[in-house]
């Protein structure tokens, strides 16, 4: 089991780097991204400032915690033998940092022997963190975060993304004609992190994706169900690339089998 001094270090530690990266990326983004001069596309800015914000991120977990493993969504995949493994997207929301939209963030989590501890969400155009500690409450800032109260689907605000990939977002689109009529409305924020981090703010009631990587979901997923949401995949499954729910309990309990029935899991 690990100690509350360990998780409380490894907060410590996720959060400087969370807060340097978003530093980097917001205050790197050229003003007008679409004609960015000396490059080759505004895409190729976007790359360079992602894989940037990894490396600052891994540079200071390798500082402050050397022995632990790490798995960034650029790349970077090291072993290590403290039993803590970082799980980092550097910049999830990249379609929205490219339009300047406000959307995007740094996600960071840690895991201890496997089971997700901390998890942190810089989201740095919306000047807001969110963080949890296994066991210690989901925050925003200084303030203790809960989902919404119970609602019936009808009633919910539920939040989903869409692949790159054409056939897959023609299935999705799918999922989601099936989907809207039953539900308040949709949102599609374009950062799952971020979406996640809603949810346990009660500024949604539910969120669901297919294709999310670990580094979409980690920190995220622990968050949302520190504040008080319900989190998983297929019946009986949890969260994963083939299907991520959050929701409130009753939405939860409602969204999973009409998602599993439409096929959501599935391209």
């Not at 205050?27 to 596309?41: F, N, Q």
């Not at 605000?157 to 692949?163: E, I, P, R």
């Not at 897959?168 to 981090?197: E, K, M, N, T, Y």
Request: with cysteine; net charge negative; hydrophobic share 45%.
């Amino acid at each position: 089991m690990i100690s509350e001094e360990l998780k409380a270090e490894l907060l410590d530690v996720g959060l400087e780097a969370a807060r340097q990266a978003g530093e980097l990326l917001r205050d790197g983004r050229p003003a007008d991204l679409a004609v960015a001069a000396t490059k080759s596309s505004p895409i190729d800015v976007v790359t360079e400032m992602d894989i940037a914000a990894e490396k600052l991120i891994t540079g200071i977990l390798a500082g402050r915690r050397p022995e632990d493993g790490l798995l960034g969504e650029e790349g970077a995949d090291v072993p290590g033998t403290s039993g803590v493994r970082w799980v980092v997207d550097p910049l999830d929301g990249t379609v929205n940092y490219l339009y300047g939209l406000p959307g995007w963030s740094v996600s960071i989590a840690a895991e201890y022997r496997g089971e997700t501890v901390v998890g942190i969400v810089a989201v740095p155009m919306r000047g807001e963190t969110f963080h949890a500690l296994l066991g210690g409450g989901a925050w925003l800032g200084g303030r203790r975060l809960a989902c919404r109260a119970a609602a019936p689907l009808d009633q919910a605000l539920v939040a989903t993304g869409f692949a790159y990939i054409q056939a897959r977002r023609a299935r999705q689109a799918a999922v989601g004609q099936r989907i809207i009529p039953l539900v308040r409305d949709i949102r599609r924020g374009g950062s799952a992190a971020v979406d996640l981090c809603d949810v346990a703010a009660g500024r949604l009631d539910g969120y669901y994706e297919r294709g999310l990587n670990p580094w979409d979901l980690a920190a995220g997923d622990l968050i949302a169900r520190e504040a008080g949401a319900v989190t998983g995949g297929r019946p009986g499954k949890p969260a994963s690339g083939e299907l991520a729910l959050a929701a409130t309990p009753a939405v939860f309990a409602s969204l999973q089998p009409l998602l599993d029935e439409a096929g959501a899991w599935h391209d």
